[in-house]
């Protein structure tokens, strides 16, 4: 499938989404804590497992149609084109899907290749998520990734010929990148006409190399004023080009907003296949066990590798608080009334009135948003805006 056409940003209806978590990578990010190996050695056998795993799994989704389907990692793009189509057909098989789906696949530059590239054209996915993360070379040698800044745009040149719904992934924040360099990367992100950018703060997790860095004195610290700094340039830049700041960390052309991504934080239920995969289905959170070992085991076994949690009404509440106030769909009073009753809203807008008068929060059409001024701030404010249970 070539060129395809785009997404719409107005989202409804039973639908679901299914993520397919590929657990592995050429080489360690610094500031990745997500799970995945450098070695291959179990690629096939985990393949299968996917495979089985969606199988088994097939009865999960029965009341909603599929409308996304979602490889992310680690690295997928390392899978060829036949397994990818093998996990994709798989879907096909066990589960109902729309008719145009949005079949996205997160790759790494150095992987994209023409051959690639053409191939992948060819293949049902529809669209790129592309790590670029940096143009400059000195950031991407700070970060460790496997591609330096001659591939970054080489592959953006090659993969916006076949491809019109690519997203590309930008970190600010980083060390030693100055306010004008930021600005410079996001002119060179536009200049490749992609409908989609999602750029996230430089965040250092706990027992990452980028912490230990950090600790020693190898790296300087993540300046928060800075990323916030460069936050706000970012809010205004892409907004003069047109883009849309949906969610906090996500930046769409009118029409290019990924769905899947958007489920998320419209609570629609959604199926997490492999290792550390996450399922939500809108009363029960689940998540497989982060181990590719112990993951083929249990599914050889023909059992399920996952913990599963029973949200409690606090627990939802909690979510609403924390999805809606990132989005431009904010938080709707009059959803926290009808789902939650009356004293969750009257307290919720009590707890909100110190952020109202702070210019960090406003309502409008009956929904609780964040301003200009709060939006870097959500995730703060909103755990500040949470239900305790006491219980």
Not at 27 to 55: G, N
Request: proline fraction near 3%; charge should be negative.
């Amino acid at each position: 499938m070539s060129k395809n056409s785009s997404p719409s940003g107005r989202l409804g209806g039973a639908a679901a989404s299914i993520y397919i978590h590929i657990p592995f990578c050429k080489q360690a990010c610094h500031y990745c804590d997500f799970h995945f190996s450098t070695s291959l050695k179990k690629k096939d056998e985990l393949i299968q497992c996917l495979v089985q795993e969606l199988e088994i799994r097939q009865g999960e989704l029965k009341n909603q149609t599929v409308e996304t389907i979602y490889f992310g990692g680690g690295t997928p793009s390392l899978l060829t084109k036949d397994e990818l189509n093998v996990l994709i057909d798989t879907v096909y098989k066990n589960f109902r899907v729309v008719e145009n789906p949005e079949i996205t696949l997160e790759a790494n530059p150095d992987d994209l290749s023409e051959t690639v590239i053409n191939e992948l054209a060819k293949s049902p996915i529809n669209r790129l998520s592309i790590g670029i993360q940096s143009f400059y070379e000195r950031d991407l040698k700070l970060m460790n990734r496997a591609h330096n800044a001659q591939e970054a745009n080489e592959c953006l040149s090659l993969a916006t010929r076949h491809f019109d719904n690519i997203s590309i992934d930008l970190i600010y924040g980083i060390p030693g990148l100055t306010n004008e360099e930021w600005i410079k990367n996001i002119e060179t992100a536009l200049s490749f006409n992609v409908p989609h950018i999602s750029c996230y703060a430089l965040t250092v997790e706990p027992k990452t190399a980028l912490a230990s860095f950090i600790k020693k004195g190898i790296i300087e610290n993540v300046d928060d004023d800075l990323a916030k700094e460069q936050f706000n340039i970012l809010v205004e830049t892409l907004e003069v080009s047109g883009f849309i700041n949906y969610e906090l960390s996500n930046f769409g052309k009118p029409d290019f907003f990924s769905k899947n991504n958007s489920a998320y934080w419209l609570g629609k239920p959604y199926l997490g296949i492999g290792p550390s995969a996450h399922s939500f289905n809108g009363d029960q959170r689940g998540w497989n066990v982060s181990n590719n070992t112990k993951y083929i085991k249990s599914i050889q076994s023909n059992k399920l590798p996952i913990e599963i949690e029973t949200l409690s009404k606090i627990d939802k509440f909690n979510e609403y608080i924390m999805t809606g106030l990132r989005t431009v769909w904010g938080v709707s009073l009059n959803k926290i009334e009808n789902e939650f009753g009356k004293n969750y809203k009257n307290d919720l807008l009590q707890q909100s009135e110190i952020y109202i008068k702070e210019q960090l929060l406003y309502i409008e059409d009956d929904k609780l948003l964040t301003t200009k001024k709060g939006k870097f701030l959500s995730d703060g404010i909103a755990s500040n805006l949470f239900k305790i249970n006491l219980s």
